[in-house]
T-cell receptor, first 113, second 113 residues
């Protein structure tokens, strides 16, 4: 079975500061891991994905995430926050077996000018 | 357009009425998912279609919910005898295959009076 835990439902950072959004997963098989962003009144957009290639994954808008098997984590980071990064962020996991994607409950990112 | 299209974008209806939500996936995408997102919460898996295989209905919350998909094209999600607790955004996503990134529509915002 797979599941995802996102620590911190709300994160606030100052513009230009480091963004760190946490995601821990559980999976009985090698996972596929994803980060999605959701802007108000829109669907989800893919930021990046991990599919067992490089452990450090670079995505769009300057975001990246590192897969750490020993910590079962896939935290999302960005060196310098921009006002336009304010949104809801979702971590998701799936496995080669089974049909479902499991989404975390989301982290709302606020960027303070 | 080339993205996932959902209609209507907003639906307001009275308790007890039936509603039908539509999803047009990206052309060629064999996998299609429906999710429910309640206000301020994460995504709740409802149902998954993969090609001509039997759908995974394990996420449907009650027998008032049903969904159909014709081949690899349009899908409709039907909610019968709507209840106030059904108020949510219903998101549809498609992907080229399971475990591939999902592409989301902008959702249908359903409000039950």
């Amino acid at each position: 079975a797979q599941s995802v835990t996102q620590l911190g439902s709300h994160v606030s950072v100052s513009e230009g500061a480091l963004v760190l959004l946490r995601c821990n997963y559980s999976s009985s098989v090698p996972p596929y891991l994803f980060w999605y962003v959701q802007y108000p009144n829109q669907g989800l957009q893919l930021l990046l994905k991990y599919t067992s290639a490089a452990t450090l994954v670079k995505g769009i808008n300057g975001f990246e995430a590192e897969f750490k098997k020993s910590e079962t984590s896939f935290h999302l980071t960005k060196p310098s926050a921009h006002m336009s990064d304010a949104a809801e962020y979702f971590c998701a996991v799936s496995a080669d077996t089974g049909n479902q994607f499991y989404f975390g409950t989301g982290t709302s990112l606020t960027v303070i000018p | 357009g080339a993205g996932v299209s959902q209609s209507p974008s907003n639906k307001v209806t009275e308790k007890g009425k039936d509603v039908e939500l539509r999803c047009d996936p990206i052309s060629g995408h064999t996998a299609l998912y429906w999710y429910r997102q309640r206000l301020g919460q994460g995504l709740e898996f409802l149902i998954y279609f993969q090609g001509n295989s039997a759908p995974d209905k394990s996420g449907l919350p009650s027998d008032r919910f049903s969904a159909e998909r014709t081949g690899e094209s349009v899908s409709t999600l039907t909610i019968q005898r709507t209840q106030q607790e059904d108020s949510a955004v219903y998101l549809c996503a498609s992907s080229s295959n399971r475990n591939q990134p999902q592409h989301f529509g902008d959702g249908t915002r359903l409000s039950i009076l």
